[in-house]
């Protein structure tokens, strides 16, 4: 697990994950353009889960799962 402290739509928060899943991040927000914090804000207004972690591996899940289905 690696935790990480980043500010989420002005709040500041901790985040601990898995090394894969902040690599998928850092992937996802280089696909994009967007920084991980600016990611993890678009994550967690999207999401109806009451858990941030959990929303942003149930994301990482699905957009590795989009890829899959794309071959």
Do not use: G, Y
């Not at 696909?31 to 972690?53: C, G, H, M, W, Y």
């Amino acid at each position: 697990m690696q935790k990480r402290s980043v500010t989420i739509a002005r709040h500041r928060t901790s985040i601990s994950l898995e090394k894969e899943f902040w690599e998928i991040l850092e992937s996802i927000s280089l696909e994009k353009n967007t920084s991980i914090p600016k990611l993890l804000e678009i994550i967690e207004k999207q999401s109806d889960r009451q858990n941030l972690t959990s929303a942003i591996r149930v994301f990482c899940i699905n957009h590795l799962n989009d890829i899959i289905k794309k071959r």
